[in-house]
């Protein structure tokens, strides 16, 4: 993936972060909020079929407001529906809608369609309840990384992937190595080295299937984890059976009692230390760099203004923005063509303005609302810098966000500023 796809990516999570955060917060009367989850190879006339179907079943709902609502929710997706053709986007697409309480006794009809959530939908889902059905697009947003899996001992193997947190099984091996006790006839000497070759054999065999999975997506891999009993995955990884790049990509080796599928399940709980480790670590060093830069040198800008100067100068070679800030900028231009920005509080109304440059005043129905992460994105991707999303699950990442108002940079050359 390009170094412009991952910002887009990251782009549209943090957009898909806080459309989710919206819809968690609404709640229906009963169960009258709807969600459908629709993947990539659902023909539209079939989900088209199955909302009508939903509409006539919604009839025989005791209640009259939530039948009432449930048909209007599902008359809004299915003209929705029409804009598409044969298929729905590339990775599928979530549609939400429904009758939300907005206090006081009275509700609001709201439709919500997300395309192309960052992994391919897996399964057609319906689901009407009194919430929206958000849970499989969270963990697809918490969803980092790709790993591979091998867990062996010297009966059998399995390897697979592990895609953020979902384990997927790939190939399994079933090994020829005698047990410990020799048939009669046979010398000690002469039944050791069989089972010596048996247990290489397998070995490279287990190997081989890691090999095959793994080499060609190895620019995209994060790690390799090995588990097992000892000594089985330590001769294995002692023995160099692996390709010598995926070698290198070892994170670690971690006692696995199962060596069937369910042992990869198993691998990945025991390492899972590692695992929240390893997803943090491209956060962590960043922010070292950063108080590094900070305390010592003068290639670091805090704050949203200093933030958005360098940007617009062309000076920041990374922003730096907290994963859990949510702030929108009021925009103002008075009269004599000056343009000032001022941060809004959470449910902060833009208001009247005066210029500090002029004294002019400017009215609030003159001034621009807009989200403050996409305003500094859109700088940032017209001067060429790379925009990173820094988790608050460790001490540094949370001191941006509560110390440093969640915006900061890392400079390409000093400005003073």
């Known amino acids: 993936m390009s170094e412009s796809d991952a910002e887009q990516t990251d782009k549209q999570k943090y957009e898909f972060r806080k459309v989710i955060e919206e819809l968690k917060e609404y709640r229906g009367s009963g169960t009258q909020l709807v969600t459908i989850y629709v993947p990539p190879e659902r023909l539209i006339s079939d989900v088209a079929a199955h909302v009508t179907q939903e509409h006539s079943e919604a009839s025989n709902i005791k209640s009259k407001d939530t039948r009432t609502n449930v048909q209007d929710a599902l008359k809004s997706i299915k003209d929705r529906l029409k804009y598409y053709d044969t298929k729905p986007p590339e990775n599928g697409m979530v549609l939400f809608s429904g009758a ?8 609001d009809m709201i439709t919500e369609v997300l395309e192309n959530p960052p992994r391919p939908i897996e399964s057609f889902r319906y689901h009407c309840d009194s919430e929206f059905l958000t849970e499989p697009l969270e963990e697809m947003l918490a969803d980092n990384g790709l790993f591979g899996l091998v867990v062996l001992d010297r009966r059998e193997a399995n390897v697979g992937w592990l895609r953020g947190k979902r384990v997927e099984p790939v190939k399994s091996a079933s090994s020829l190595v005698p047990g410990k006790q020799r048939k009669g006839g046979q010398s000690a000497q002469r039944f050791a080295r069989l089972r010596l070759e ?45 390709h010598h790049e995926l070698q290198d990509m070892v994170l670690g080796k971690f006692d696995v009692a199962y060596t069937d599928e369910s042992g990869l399940y198993d691998l990945v709980d025991a390492a899972s230390e590692v695992l929240a480790e390893h997803e943090m670590l491209e956060d962590k060093q960043v922010m070292e760099e950063f108080f590094q830069e900070l305390h010592d040198g003068d290639l670091a800008t805090y704050g949203f203004e200093p933030t958005r100067e360098n940007l617009v100068m062309g000076a920041v070679d990374r922003l730096l923005i907290s994963e859990d800030l949510r702030q929108d900028v009021a925009i103002y231009e008075c009269e004599n063509g000056h343009e000032e920005r001022e941060l809004l509080d959470n449910n902060e109304s833009v208001s009247d303005h005066e210029c500090s440059r002029c004294g002019a005043e400017i009215p609030a129905e003159d001034g621009e609302r807009e989200d403050a992460i996409d305003h500094l994105m859109n700088i940032a991707n017209q001067r060429g810098t790379e925009t990173i999303f820094v ?9 941006l966000l509560t110390a440093f108002g969640g915006i900061a940079g890392l400079l390409r050359y000093s400005t003073g500023v």
Request: aromatic share 10%; glycine share 14%; hydrophobic share 30%.
């Open 198 to 242: 048996a247990i290489d054999n397998f070995y490279q065999e287990v190997a081989g299937m890691a090999n095959d999975l793994f080499v060609d997506q190895r620019h995209e891999l994060d790690g390799i984890l090995v588990g097992g009993p000892s000594p089985t995955k330590d001769e294995f990884l002692d023995g160099d059976y692996l």
């Open 391 to 399: 988790s608050t699950d460790f001490e540094k990442g949370e001191q």
């Open 100 to 107: 939300v309480d907005t206090g006081g006794g009275r509700t």
